[in-house]
């Protein structure tokens, strides 16, 4: 009963949360669309730092987002596991990692080998509704770490929604920006125009915006594949249960029976010695 009323509460919350990953997937990729666009018209010494980078590959900044709960099968652990792939390669290599921890199972599956490398905590349930206020502290703390020189390349691993029994573990890089060279380009109409202000003064104002809104649309397909998990995984519960359920019954029954019959014969037995 408890299984099949999990499945049931994730069914109800999976639908609300599929329509948020889909809605939130045309404006990231949009933002990401403007942005190459200003890009190539920027180069050189006048390229913003988070789409130029620092220069170097030497210090490497994970942020690894998972749910806070679990009882969803091995949603969580598969994107622990890419990025603890990812992690090990690079200390393998020589690189400096250090890692954001978002959700609480993220924190607690990577804290028992990477306890050391963890800077930072994020718990989702700190926030009632799933908002721009939860991905803009990871996002804050991300460039202060950029800023201040600790990070040189910023990848996120989440799970991309795919269905209700498909998740697919992700990385995403997100400093310095990925520019799409085959993204499609803005339609002038015809038109030229000159930015104003410049295209790096908007690019300085949109690449800090574009990690929080990459951050938040990461966090919404973590949770439309954290409930849809949850209901593929309780449901298989549920029929776990019940088939355990029967075969237990058919075992007490089996034995009830021949404990009966047991019974039965030694009466007869003591009736016919009599």
């Known amino acids: 009963k408890i299984t099949k009323a999990m499945q049931m509460v994730a069914a109800a919350k999976l639908k609300r949360a ?70 090990q390669h690079l200390i393998n290599d020589g690189k400096d990692v250090s890692i954001i921890a978002v959700g609480r199972k993220a924190n607690d599956q990577l804290r028992r080998l990477y306890g050391d490398k963890i800077i930072d905590r994020h718990l989702l349930s700190d926030h009632k509704i799933l908002s721009l206020a939860a991905a803009q502290p990871v996002a804050d703390r991300i460039l202060s770490e950029f800023e201040a020189g600790n990070a040189d390349v910023v990848t996120l691993f989440y799970s991309r929604y ?33 930015y104003e202000p410049s295209e790096e003064a908007i690019l300085e104002t949109l ?19 954290f409930f849809g998990a949850q209901m593929s995984a309780m449901d298989s519960a549920t029929r776990n249960a019940g088939d355990m359920i029967a075969a237990l019954t058919l075992s007490y029954n089996r034995q009830r029976q021949a404990q009966i019959t047991k019974e039965l014969i030694e009466i007869i037995s003591g009736a016919e010695a009599l």
């Open 162 to 194: 795919r269905s209700v029994i498909s998740q697919v573990p992700t990385a995403k890089q997100l400093i310095p920006a990925v520019v799409d060279d085959g993204s499609e380009p803005v339609d002038l109409a015809g038109a030229a125009y000159e």
């Open 18 to 87: 599929t329509e948020q990953a889909e809605n939130a997937r045309p404006y990231a990729q949009r933002m990401s669309a403007v942005i190459a666009n200003l890009a190539r018209g920027v180069t050189g010494d006048g390229a913003p730092k988070l789409l130029a980078g620092t220069g170097q590959d030497k210090k490497h900044l994970i942020v690894v987002a998972t749910a806070d709960k679990g009882l969803a099968g091995g949603f969580n652990s598969s994107i622990v596991r890419a990025a603890r792939e990812r992690i």
């Open 207 to 225: 690449l800090p915006r574009n990690i929080a809104v990459q951050i938040l649309a990461a966090l919404y397909e973590n949770q439309a594949g």
